[in-house]
């Protein structure tokens, strides 16, 4: 196991709400980066979060947002859930912004 | 244009059987590769680094050819327990973070 935890497992909401995921980083990492994988395709990179400031962003629109607290854990927030929102979650902690990156559980999300 | 693109699966293989799997990346800037595996409903986990050199690890090998931006792996004396998706990753650093791009995965079945 990687040591990357992952909250909620699975989670179900509705179009037009509010979700929020959690994500504990591996000791001693301090960077988090998180992805979205939709069914039958790779992981798509969101953002990352590195000292507790984004670092970095995909092409996502800016309902996705994100935290990160001074212990590292991370959260992602998405306003006003879509139905193509629905996906596997994935964070990934690592020791720096250029370090190998590991995977948690992912939490996945189904928008009705 | 997809930044990394695979082979369409499935790829139905017997056990014993060798069976190869090609990738492209578009982005002459990326800079390393690696070939996750994806087990059903799990976060992807890291198989190996992919180097120009090759590097073989067990039954597996891989060979990246900068020139052509092109990633292999061969799987050899397949096993049940190789059957999973593939995913082929490049890492872009740009802007003072690491993206990790992964294609759409190529997913295999070992069969008895």
Sequence with gaps: ?112 | RKEVEQDPGPFNVPEGATVAFNCTYSNSASQSFFWYRQDCRKEPKLLMSVYSSGNEDGRFTAQLNRASQYISLLIRDSKLSDSATYLCVVNLFSGGYNKLIFGAGTRLAVHP
């Excluded at chain 1, 929020?20 to 798509?44: E, F, I, M």
């Excluded at chain 1, 953002?47 to 092409?59: A, D, L, S």
């Excluded at chain 1, 935290?67 to 020791?95: G, K, T």
């Design chain 1, 1 to 112: 196991e990687t040591g990357v935890t992952q909250s909620p497992t699975h989670l179900i909401k509705t179009r037009g709400q509010q979700v929020t995921l959690r994500c504990s980083s591996q000791s001693g990492h301090n960077t988090v980066s998180w992805y979205q994988q939709a069914l039958g395709q790779g992981p798509q990179f969101i953002f990352q979060y590195y000292r507790e400031e984004e670092n970095g962003r995909g092409n996502f629109p800016p309902r996705f947002s994100g935290l990160q607290f001074p212990n590292y854990s991370s959260e992602l927030n998405v306003n006003a859930l879509e139905l193509d929102d629905s996906a596997l979650y994935l964070c990934a902690s690592s020791r720096g912004p250029q370090e190998t990156q590991y995977f948690g559980p992912g939490t996945r999300l189904l928008v009705l």
